[in-house]
């Protein structure tokens, strides 16, 4: 297809551009290969070189990536609703299904109403906007998900940021945001690269002093965190008094597509008439919202799941320490390896693959300078025996590269 | 509770301005799939009511065709659900990339990278390739998800007025100096349904040294002999560097998006485009109907051709009945009313009889020219765009505009 | 005075306005209806700022200083010697 293209000035002289870009990237180290899967995601996954590893890098905290039942609901709504609704929500593109998954979720999170998106990216891309003006003030915390960045960036509220979890720092910031009308919190219920929960009872009691409103991002909480999964605002039992909740179905929900705010009735209905992302782009397709409401059911019916992942998380965890390897602090099934070199990280990641261990390594600019770690996800997909090897495989690779004794 | 009344009161007074405005946006539930017929609950409450559908982006009638059905089937049972996780630590599958290959194929570009959505892609590609040392310079009608990708990126931007090839040529002239230069356009207008004058532009950034970027959702699959896009019809195939389309309308209508054009571009997508790095894979059922749309769009051009010929019966029926159309090439067909208020009743009086077609007013198009959008598929039958029209000329009867010209509706209704 | 109202007048006109469009006056709402959207509202900042080689700081070139021609006349005005 090469051929096709007439070279016109200008993309040559920006194509040399670009490939400058890219070799910088390359060279520093950062360059983003992707692996090639051919199989269903589980625990187990098949790579396109016939290799079967164990797969300890996906979201997919509660096995139900190919989950029969969400397949089978997802299977009876294509024959009921079709493939696409080729529309945006308002036009023609709104089906029983998406209200009754948007009702579902609302009841799941003790909540008023809710909205779907394409993605949480979208959600948190489009809340601010439409609510805040810039009389308002939004204190985020720093180490909050791109997303909720690129959504800030588009609303012209006042900026104030605070240290990841530094709850001193949140109510300086506080104190300082007193001037404009309306503030907002906003914190990722779980931090994605370490893995800690935000203190959300601080939280709260701060907002309440200080008057503001909270919006917890609970893609890597919701399902996981919390007795019965319904994420951070169930550990902290505040069910029912988080103002805006965002959440994915693209993670431990199931992990097809989909997002969702979840909040105040008023908010809700203003998010549904002016926030971008919901009116410029398609409604999830209804088989999503149809295995979404599956979803809700099952999570609504038992804890197993829940409970199963909540104790492979504290095997892991417990085996791993005693190993001696540093793991950071967490209430997640996000479990951090530090290793603190990037090098290491790619050398111990690498060799770990070799053991039949998928896990991916992560370095500065994506966590801070000198904190590079190995970023294991756990899921109650995996049995005991699984666990046992990552944490075999780990021990031999830490003690071949000098990590543990 | 921080959430005091004083703000729900607040967001309470700002909808009641919504609604007495006349814009606020009510949704319609639909009970079946999305097709030239459709069940429709409205009011909510009210009795499911069977109408045919002039409103949906459905252009090739394959949101609920057998055979992608099938595929979306056959995808879930071999490759799962989702995949829980981003592209690049373990959301590839094969089948990925033998899409992002297959519509670089159909494009006829260098290489694709898929996007959750093409709202997604228009957001992420211009801050992934250009810096505060460009210029982009737009359209004033480009897409709302286009704006929010500039809003995003951090080069300057100028517009240049809808379609006007000599304003273009002033502001390439007038930005010469920088870097790079970005000329952006969609390739179908979403609201008017007219064609960008594509083979002008690729002069034109030949001439001033400027890269072209093209949003092609309202024509990917039908616009052009083949259906390759706009820029099959402006026969300038192989002369964008950039194309952004969309898997949501046309090409089955379920979810998801691309960029797709020169390799290096592409490739810098893959390590910066935010929402792709951000944001989960497309699921690899969704995957496998487009797959199988592909499979349709390459043996066949009967769908658009069918579309084409709709297309060309519904003008002519609009025109001979006397409504004021709005010029174009595309299955977009605007009935102009001018009017808000009447794009409104003109609609609900339209839904009392069965056909489905919504009324925009300003903001979504400019002021004073408010309209009723129709969308022609290759779902619908003869028959159904027979009835559609008989309603269409009944309403237009009963409010006395039709043979009207556009001076004597406004003198009829206002602006 | 009124002849830097014109020249900004004509200059909306010849830049924004399409055929068809009503005829716009010095206090014809620009921005609120639709006629100039903020991307474009850069063209504008730019002629003003080499026709009369003033300099207006981002922060005072906001929606509503330019949403009709009196108005950005007034704030042209502060900025000339």
Redesign the interface.
């Known amino acids: 297809m090469h051929s096709l293209f007439n070279k016109t000035a200008m993309y040559s002289g920006f194509k040399d551009y670009l490939t400058g870009q890219l070799n910088e990237i390359q060279e520093a180290g950062l360059y983003k290969n992707e692996r090639i899967i051919v199989s269903p995601q589980g625990p187990f996954i098949m790579l396109d070189t016939g290799q079967e590893v164990l797969n300890f890098c996906a979201n997919n905290y509660l096995g139900l990536s190919n989950s029969g039942e969400l397949i089978r609901a997802a299977g009876e709504a294509l024959k009921s609703h079709g493939y696409g609704m080729s529309s945006v929500r308002f036009i023609c593109g709104t089906t029983d299904l998406h209200k009754e998954l948007e009702r579902k979720i609302a009841q799941f999170f003790s909540t008023e109403d809710t909205i779907l998106y394409a993605a949480c990216f979208d959600a948190n891309g489009g809340v601010f906007e439409p609510l805040l003006t810039s009389e308002d003030a939004i204190i985020s915390d720093a180490l909050n998900h791109a997303s909720i960045i690129d959504g800030v960036r588009l609303c012209k509220a006042k900026r104030y940021r605070y240290e990841n979890s530094d709850m001193e720092d949140l109510e300086t910031q506080l104190q300082l945001a007193q001037e404009q009308r309306f503030r907002l919190i906003v914190t990722d219920g779980v931090f994605s690269m370490d893995g800690n929960v935000a203190p959300m009872d601080e939280i709260y009691r701060l907002a309440q002093k200080y008057d503001a409103m909270v919006m917890v991002d609970e893609c890597h909480s919701a399902g996981v965190v919390g007795k019965s999964g319904r994420g951070v605002t169930e550990l902290f039992d505040l069910g029912g008094k988080i103002e805006i909740i965002t959440g994915t179905l693209g993670k431990a929900f199931g992990g097809a597509i989909g997002g969702f705010t979840t909040g105040k009735r008023e908010i809700i209905e203003m998010l549904r008439q002016r926030s971008r992302p919901y009116l410029f782009s398609n409604a999830i397709p209804p088989f999503v919202a149809a295995a979404g409401i599956r979803m809700i059911d099952m999570m609504t019916e038992t804890n197993v799941l829940q409970d199963k992942l909540h104790w492979n998380s504290e095997y892991f965890i417990s085996r791993m320490t005693g190993a001696g390897f540093d793991i950071k602090p967490t209430r997640s099934a996000i479990c951090a390896v530090m290793l603190y070199d990037a090098r290491l990280s790619q050398d111990f990641a690498a060799r770990l693959l070799k053991e039949g261990i998928y896990v991916i390594g992560f370095y500065y600019p994506v966590v801070p300078k000198d904190l590079a770690r190995i970023r294991v996800q756990i899921s109650a997909a995996h049995e005991k025996d699984h666990l046992d090897k990552a944490i075999d495989a780990f021990t031999k690779v830490g003690r071949e590269l000098g990590v543990i004794k | 509770m921080s959430f005091s009344e004083k703000i729900r009161g607040l967001y309470q007074t700002q909808l009641g301005e919504i609604r007495n405005a006349g814009i606020y946006k009510e949704e319609r539930f639909i009970h079946s799939s999305q097709a030239a017929d459709i069940e429709v609950e409205f009011p909510t409450g009210a009795e499911v009511k069977k109408v045919i559908n002039m409103c949906a982006n459905n252009y090739l009638g394959l949101s609920s065709h057998p055979e992608v059905i099938k595929a979306a089937h056959a995808g879930l049972d071999t490759r799962g659900y989702g995949m829980s996780s981003v592209r690049f630590i373990c959301g590839t599958q094969d089948i990925h990339r033998e899409l992002e290959n297959r519509v670089t194929e159909f494009l006829g570009t260098e290489d694709t990278i898929l996007f959750p959505s093409c709202m997604d892609a228009n957001a992420g590609v211009f801050e992934a390739i250009l810096t505060s040392e460009d210029i982009m310079i737009s359209d004033r009608l480009v897409h709302a998800s286009i704006i929010d990708g500039m809003r995003l990126c951090s080069a300057q931007h100028d517009t240049f007025k809808h379609s006007n090839m000599e304003h273009l040529e002033e502001k390439l002239l007038l930005h010469a100096d920088k870097r790079i230069k970005l000329v952006i356009t969609d390739g179908v207008f979403s609201m008017d349904g007219d064609l960008a004058k594509l083979d002008i532009m690729v002069e034109l950034c030949n001439k001033y040294d400027a890269m072209l970027l093209v949003d092609d959702s309202h024509s990917t699959g039908f616009i052009g002999k083949t259906g390759r896009g706009t820029h099959e019809h402006c026969n300038v195939m192989g002369q964008i560097d950039i194309i952004t389309t969309t898997f949501g309308k046309a090409l089955g209508g379920a979810s998801g998006g691309c960029v797709s054009g020169r390799k290096e571009i592409v490739d810098m997508c893959r390590q910066k485009a935010r929402p792709y790095l951000f944001s989960n894979t497309i699921a690899p059922v969704i995957v496998s109907g487009v797959l199988k749309v592909f499979d349709i769009l390459s043996a066949s051009t009967e769908r658009r051709d069918k579309l084409e010929k709709n297309t060309a019966y519904w003008r002519k029926g609009l025109t001979e009945a006397g409504f004021v159309l709005k010029e174009g090439d595309s299955p977009i067909i605007p009935v102009m009313l001018f009017n808000a208020k009447l794009s409104q009743d003109f609609s609900r009086d339209l839904f009392s009889r069965g056909i489905y077609a919504i009324g925009f007013f300003f903001p979504v198009v400019p002021n004073g020219q408010a309209r009723i959008r129709t969308q022609i598929s290759a779902g619908h039958e003869i028959h159904h765009l027979d009835k559609a029209l008989a309603a269409f000329i009944e309403v237009g009867k009963k409010y006395g505009i039709l043979g009207l010209t556009k001076e004597q509706i406004v003198a009829k209704y206002g602006l | 005075m009124d002849d830097m109202k014109d020249l900004v007048l004509n200059y909306v006109i010849k830049e924004?306005m399409?055929d068809g469009d009503?005829e716009i006056t010095y206090d014809t709402p620009l921005i609120s209806?639709?006629y100039v959207?903020s991307?474009?509202m850069?063209?504008l900042l730019v002629f003003l700022e080499n026709k009369f080689t003033i300099k207006i700081p981002p922060e005072k070139a906001t929606p509503e200083a330019f949403d009709n021609v009196n108005s950005i006349v007034a704030l042209v005005k502060q900025y000339l010697k």
């Open positions: 924004y399409e009503e209806s639709g959207d991307f474009s850069v063209s």
